[in-house]
């Protein structure tokens, strides 16, 4: 340990960090930005689709088929790919993004949905619950410890490939990276790796905490 | 009421779950569906809050076509009871209890006194009313499923095996008490179960089911046991009948006879006398005040009935008690019969399995 902390003081140039904490800032900022945007319609697109297959379980099979093809394009080819038909715009990195995140967020929703007992929603039936009222009043909230934890993994996952994204321009603390392999200098690369890490931890311990606020039920219960 | 007329459920993949039922469930009555696994029990139970829409035939619900009215609105007035309870999660006791109320739009000080009346009658105590389900022990769950099917005091009930999750003990004391409460309440309940007993002790009726939906016999508990319509509900009801049916009658329904009734005075002479006229070889002793003192085999008895050892009868019975209570004091006492007690402890007459088996004959 002690040995590490030493090399990491000896290829760390602290003072170029400090002369670049307006970087840090800017780049950050637009890592969260990319980010949120790309879950956020992630969620408002993969929201509907999965009520939709929650009300037409055969439509399961093809909807998760195609959200996995487009999730196992290379990212790379996927980014370069993009840009004749988004030019260079936000939605150049966005669009990727927003692919990526479906998958995870379809599937969790859906399976949240599943999860609630079958017992629970025929009683809400039963007690005479429209079904856009039970969804909303019995099934949502039952579901939101899976959905939220469908928004975590995709969140995380998503922070990790605005990094790549320095590739066509944006990149979030990813731009650090250029910078370091442009000058063979280790520090920006270093500084990208944390700041990428410790913004996935406060992004995924933010949804945790928000989970918990949301299902003041659950508490205590495992 | 709620009436079957010719009514069939047909599902998509082909299986009939009920059919061509006709039956008719009259106001302020318990009638149990009951039959094997898979009969259609809850099939029927369902289409009278339209959870599953018949296929033919007219449900009417107080004269009613339940195909005339939205579900939601049909639902509201009629409570809702499961095995599997289906309390929400999410939701307190308190609120869980509220849903319909909340549901129709109550407001919130008629809401909080009806749930907290509630409570009280189905034997909750105010602790557990910001709870969540989770914290509570199943017999007090399914507590919480009356309750909740109770909240609007809606005219029916619809009950699926509402006892089946909870142990024996638990049961027999849900049972009990739904009993007591239907006394007061005295709504129209369609009540699910697969155990016969069950269906012998709540119904003021009984319909039994078989395979498909079929209606074999739909009576009384007592004419059911007595009667069978065919084979498959006598084999239903099992190889217990007569003991059943005895469980339904009371000893009211027997005239107890005067037995060999010495007093504390009398001698041998006077008990063998009095055993000789009845067939025995013992006497009941009963006092001036009509109080039984025990009995005596003409055995062990010389001289004065006053300084013999005088045995007691371990169980009696009264006018209210079942026959079948009666036979087992018959077969634990060495006498071979039940004594009959008046309310006052006074004695009436004595009970032998003669008496029984030729009511039940
Ligand atoms: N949705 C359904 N689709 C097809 N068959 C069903 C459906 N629901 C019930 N059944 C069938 O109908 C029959 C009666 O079921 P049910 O009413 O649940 O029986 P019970 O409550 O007496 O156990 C069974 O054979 C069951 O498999
Ligand atoms: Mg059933």
Redesign the interface.
């Known amino acids: 340990m002690i040995h590490a902390a030493g090399v990491v003081a000896q290829v760390v140039d602290t003072e170029w960090i400090g002369r670049h904490l307006d970087d840090v800032r800017t780049y950050t900022l637009e890592h969260l930005l990319l980010t949120g945007l790309a879950v956020g319609i992630g969620f408002v697109v993969a929201f509907p689709v999965a009520l939709l297959v929650q009300r037409y379980p055969r439509l399961y099979g093809p909807v998760l088929g195609l959200a996995g093809v487009l999730f196992t394009i290379p990212s790379l080819a996927l980014f370069v790919g993009i840009i004749p038909f988004t030019g260079i715009g936000i939605a150049t990195p966005l669009t990727p993004l927003v692919v990526y995140t479906l998958l995870i967020l379809v599937r969790n929703t859906v399976e949240g949905l599943r999860s609630v007992p079958s017992d629970v929603v025929e009683a809400a039936e039963a007690m005479g619950y429209s079904r856009r009222r039970r969804l909303l009043r019995v099934e949502l909230p039952l579901a939101t410890p899976v959905i939220i934890a469908g928004l975590r993994i995709a969140t995380v996952s998503t922070i990790g490939l605005v990094t790549i994204t320095v590739l066509i321009g944006w990149g979030g603390v990813g731009r650090f990276f250029l910078d370091g392999f442009a000058r063979r200098f280790a520090t920006p690369l270093l500084l990208g790796i944390a700041l990428s890490v410790l913004l996935s931890v406060v992004a995924d311990f933010s949804l945790l905490a928000l989970q918990r606020l949301a299902t003041p039920w659950a508490r205590g219960r495992r | 009421m709620i009436t079957f007329d010719h009514v069939t459920k047909r599902f998509d993949d082909g299986t009939v779950g009920v059919d061509d039922l006709t039956l008719e469930v009259p106001e302020g009555e318990v009638v149990v569906l009951v039959g094997p696994s898979g009969c259609g029990k809850t099939t029927t139970m369902r289409m009278i ?1 339209r ?1 599953i829409q018949p296929t033919g035939g007219t449900l009417t619900v107080d004269g009613q076509d339940v195909m005339t009215v939205s ?6 007035r009629i409570g ?1 009871v ?1 095995q ?8 307190t006791i308190a609120e869980n209890i509220a ?2 109320p909340e ?2 739009g109550w407001d919130k000080a008629r809401t909080q006194e009806r749930v907290k009346t509630l409570m009280a009658t189905v034997g909750l105590p105010d602790s557990v009313a910001n709870r ?1 389900p ?1 914290q509570l022990s199943g017999g007090q769950r399914q507590r919480v499923g009356v309750a ?1 099917a109770l909240a609007v005091d809606p005219p029916i009930m ?1 009950m699926d095996e509402p006892f089946g999750a909870v142990d024996p003990i638990v049961r027999s004391r849900l049972q009990d008490e739904f009993l007591r409460l239907q006394l007061q309440v005295r709504k129209t309940i369609v009540f699910v179960t697969h155990d016969i007993d069950e269906a012998i002790r709540m119904g003021d009726r009984i319909a039994i089911l078989s395979e498909g939906g079929k209606l074999e016999q739909y009576d009384d508990p007592e004419r059911l046991l007595a009667d069978p319509a065919n084979e498959f509900v006598a084999d239903f009801l099992g190889a217990e009948r007569g003991l059943k049916r005895l469980a339904l009658i009371p000893v009211s329904e027997v005239s107890a006879e005067p037995g060999p009734v010495v007093s504390p005075d009398d001698d041998r002479g006077n008990a063998a006398e009095v055993a000789r006229s009845y067939g025995t070889d013992w006497v009941v002793v009963v006092d001036e005040q009509r109080r039984l003192r025990g009995w005596v085999s003409l055995h062990e008895l010389d001289g004065r009935i006053a300084d013999a050892n005088l045995r007691q009868f371990a169980l009696s019975v009264e006018s209210t008690d079942s026959l079948r209570a009666a036979l087992n004091a018959m077969v634990t006492s060495r006498t071979g019969v039940a004594v009959r007690l008046s309310e006052g402890g006074l004695y009436e007459g004595i009970i032998t399995q003669e008496l029984v088996s030729k009511e039940i004959r």
């Open positions: 809050n959870m579900p939601p609105q049909l639902r509201r809702y499961i599997q309870v289906g309390l929400f999660p999410h939701r849903t319909v549901l129709v969540y989770h909740r619809l």
